[in-house]
């Protein structure tokens, strides 16, 4: 990290903030809202063929022969290709390429890729797959992570040396065991995390053009278009230079839109073979099997902690579903133990974390990638814990809490933290004081706490080179346009970088446009994962808007005969503060520092300074700064029917500085709905034969308006030292506490300890007729 | 095959022949290049295609061209020019009801039936009207605070 990568909290003039703090609207708002706004299926090119994909109906079988012959001789089939004419494997993270475009000798789940066609429309290329005749050899399909665990044969990927194991990962910090034995109290038990899915409403597309001379453009509907450009040279064995990919509106992503995908190389090699732009459009059928949700966790934790509620040790063994695939799963697997030390202190701290393959679609990163399964294990534990030590569940969160400028058992530094005014702020807007424990018998209030990172310093592939980059470029007309590579997936962070630049150059946020997600005309940034884009892009913005700044400054003090102290761009205009009378528009001042100076330009990047502990893989999960979260949730059991209803959530986030607070609380709204849906309504499963028991929106519950709770988001700013202005992340955060907060809200509420997701009306049934004979037996 | 059916799309008349099971939603994204009704999952579940078809909120992905014959359409483009539309929709941009914005075409169009029928509907109204719009970012809250606004605003003398 150099000077450059921090700015400061303070507004860049010394006085109040002009842009950042108010709730402008979005940028691209209202083209959304009257349909003008064109994401990757809106796009559409002369002569465009259209792409289809032959999946595989088993779990897991070796592919003995494809015949494509029935297919091409089809009228108005262009191209047909299989695993033959991309045999080059790849993976989103370089030391697993473990995916192929198309299977080559084997599928390894029902809906993996065999073949691809591009015809003349849809129908055409539907009707060429029925025309593909595969032989496939059936076997043995691994379902259960624990078979996938102990027995390596037949592997799913049989050129890794650990059987079915993906990843292991065994860390300690302090001697747990010592701790465990001197604690006062623990507790210990089994947690299960199902899956879910992100389920974003534009399902994934790509549109491929190769033109004459040689150059392929694929318009992507990917949330890290970096990757993909890489991706994509790889396997087609084209030169990056030769390569651009463009991410138009997206419709939606949460961590599924993240890997590089089959749609996009499929496309981009038929485009190739016809010579015609292809397009390939995904089905919501086809977005299920692509998956990469959030991971199954089979949990075992215990926690230890003194008679007065203060943790001494956690011991935490987790089984990972992965699925058929790696995908992230190397830092999930670090991710599932490495995020759980805030935002509370432990003395001594174990994970031991397995990732196993399966017959089943591939898990990857969805919204609080692997650290919402832990958390929800844990902070479920922590409410047992208090329970057992006689402490109130916000109180015994207060005697853990470990405070700001400090560092966790494993090594990560943390700065800023504002979770003990998320906990006053969520206790205050709920009324807990007056309401826990004493509402009607049926009705809780629950609560958890969490933390997130802003951002990793680890780059999925080894670089120095600055993780966020921009450009800015100025017209004459007093018009700035940021060229960023980050992708705005609908959260905002185009607008993000507006108000920034607008804010540092004193101008109307509407005078700044944004370019992004393009590899010919935007400077690399890794893409919209981690929760790193406001961070990251954020500090490149105000870096390179400085720059400008100074030389525009500088032109116009130069012009003047006066110090550039007393030279500044506020309002639209440029002012001379010893001189009223003095003032130049942008647009004048502009055009006098590019007749001054040159044609006017400036760079700017961000880096993570030097992070994590110093130990194997010690840098994963360490991030520049993180985010804090309280929840309380209020809940109504109905014991006749088991059924559970979330009526209000109280989400308090400390998110930095909100550099525009409605789209923070957006975040926060959105996480807290994602999450009760994956509590109560959600479920990505398979049945006995590996096939996907719902792939479609009328199986996979997602909350419609009126299954959605009252949502109070609460905004929490502690100023980061390194977030541009003090900001942090909001997006990933603020999904953690719902889950665990509900299981104890239904404690308060029944009486019942629900450790098993997804809280389905049979195991409230179960948990409450498993308690009655007891509660009835204690006479009380 | 070329069967041929009369609709009025947007107030203008429209010719159209072809397969008359041809789904609505690819007449209007692919043959009238009105892309602003999104296919989200195309059996009827998200509510990103929503249209009105003489004035009733339906999914276009459900409806065969054929049914359409003789009657209007209206979809987000048709409804975008007038000023309950420069309204609502400013509302949902500054209440944070647009995210990823794939949803919200349908959302608007629902939204506009529903004002049409019940200028001053109350939260638990607007949330059953909405039911058949699936919203993945927003929790619906800034849709919902979108309408209060607008609503709001009207009740003020």
Known sequence: ?780 | MGERSTFLLNGEEVVREGDPMARLLDVLREQRRLTGTKEGCGEGECGSCTVLLDGEVVCSCLVPIVQVDGREVRTVEGLAGDEAHAALSSLLVREGGVQCGACTPGVVVTLRALLERDPRPTRARVREALAGNLCRCTGYEGILRAVAALVGRKERP
Request: proline letters at 6%.
């Open chain 1, 1 to 780: 990290m150099s000077a450059r990568d921090v700015h400061g909290v303070e507004p860049p003039w010394g006085d109040a903030f002009s842009v950042i703090g108010k709730p402008h609207r979005k940028v691209d708002g209202l083209a959304k809202a009257t349909g003008q706004a064109l994401y990757a299926d809106d796009l559409t090119l002369p002569g465009m063929l259209h792409a289809k994909t032959l999946r595989s109906p088993h779990a897991h079988a070796r592919i003995v022969s494809v015949d494509t012959s029935r297919a091409e001789a089809l009228e108005g089939v262009h191209g047909v290709i299989t695993g033959a004419d991309l045999p080059t494997p790849y993976g989103v993270i370089p030391w697993t390429p473990d995916e192929h475009a198309l299977a080559v000798d084997r599928v390894r789940f029902v809906g993996d890729e065999v073949a691809a066609v591009a015809a003349v429309d849809e129908d055409t290329a539907l009707a060429a797959l029925e025309l593909i005749d595969v032989t496939y050899e059936p076997l043995h399909a691994f379902l259960d992570p624990h078979e996938a665990a102990e027995r390596g044969e037949p592997a799913i990927h049989p050129a890794r040396k650990k059987g079915n194991v993906s990843k292991h990962v065994e860390l300690e910090f302090g001697d747990v065991e010592a701790a465990l034995a001197d604690a006062d109290v623990v507790v210990e038990g089994d947690y299960f995390f199902h899956g879910t899915t992100h389920a974003p409403i534009e399902p994934h597309c790509a549109l491929a053009r190769y033109s004459a001379d040689g150059l392929l453009t694929v318009w992507s509907s990917t949330q890290i278009t970096h990757y993909v450009h890489r991706t994509l040279s790889a396997v087609l064995g084209l030169p990056a230079p030769r390569i651009r990919v463009v991410q138009p509106c997206l419709g939606g992503a949460f961590g599924g839109k993240s890997d590089p995908f089959s749609f996009e190389l499929c496309a981009a090699k038929l485009a190739m073979l016809t010579g015609r732009p292809v397009k390939m459009l995904w089905t919501r059928e086809e977005v299920f099997y692509a998956h990469r949700g959030r991971h199954p966790m089979h949990m075992h934790y215990r926690t230890g902690a003194d008679a007065s509620g203060r943790l001494r040790g956690v011991d935490a063994r987790i089984l990972i579903d992965g699925g058929a695939y790696s995908s992230f799963g190397l830092v999930t697997t670090y991710y599932s133990g490495q995020l759980l030390t805030g935002p509370y202190d432990f003395p001594s701290y174990r994970f031991d974390s397995t990732r196993v393959f399966t017959n089943k679609p591939p898990c990857g990163p969805k919204r609080g990638h692997g650290s919402v399964q832990p958390r929800f294990a844990f902070e479920v534990q922590l409410d047992e814990l208090a329970e057992r030590v006689g402490l109130d569940g916000i109180e015994i969160r207060r005697v853990n809490f470990q405070g700001s400028d400090t560092a966790t058992v494993n090594g990560q530094r943390i700065t800023s933290n504002g979770f003990a005014e998320c906990l006053d702020a969520v206790e205050r807007a709920s009324g807990w004081k007056d309401r826990h424990g004493k509402l009607p018998l049926g009705r809780g209030l629950g609560v958890a706490g969490s933390m997130y990172i802003t951002g990793t310093n680890y780059p999925v592939y080894p670089n120095e080179m600055p993780q966020a980059g921009i450009q800015l470029k100025v017209d004459r007309s007093g018009l700035v346009t940021c060229f960023t590579g980050g992708n705005d997936i609908g959260q905002g962070s185009n607008s993000v970088v507006a108000y920034l630049v607008a804010e540092e150059l004193g101008m109307d946020h509407r005078d700044v446009r944004v370019v992004a997600a393009d590899t010919d005309l935007c400077p690399v940034d890794l893409g919209a994962y981690s929760s790193r884009v406001t961070f990251m892009v954020g500090n490149a913005a105000i870096d390179a808007a400085r720059k400008l700044r100074g030389a525009i400054v500088g032109a116009v003090a130069g012009e003047w005969a006066v110090p550039a102290e007393r030279v500044r761009m506020v309002g639209g205009a440029v002012l001379d503060l010893g001189d009223p009378e003095r003032a130049l528009t942008t647009a004048e001042a502009f055009q006098l520092a590019e007749a001054r100076l040159d044609t006017l330009g400036s760079t700017g990047s961000y880096n993570t300074p030097p992070l994590g502990g110093d130990y194997r893989g010690g840098s994963i999960g360490a991030s520049p700064a993180y985010s804090f979260t309280a929840h309380v949730v209020e809940a109504e059991v109905d014991v006749e029917t088991g059924r559970i209803t979330v009526s209000d959530a109280w989400i308090a986030h400390d998110c930095g500085r909100a550099l525009n607070p409605m789209l923070v609380a957006g975040q926060m709204e959105g996480s807290a709905y994602m999450g009760m849906a994956e509590a109560l309504l959600e479920h990505h499963e398979v049945n006995r034969f590996g096939l996907h028991a719902g792939p479609s929106l009328l199986d996979y519950r997602i909350p419609t308006s009126v299954d959605t709770p009252e949502l109070h988001a609460l905004i929490v700013e502690s100023l980061d030292p390194e977030g541009p202005y003090g900001a942090k992340e909001a997006g990933e955060g603020p999904l953690h506490p719902a889950i665990p907060a509900i299981s104890n809200a239904v404690f308060d509420a029944v009486g019942i300890r629900l450790r098993h997701l997804p809280f389905t009306p049979a195991k409230v049934l179960a948990a409450l007729a498993e308690r009655a004979p007891s509660a009835a037996g204690s006479g009380s």
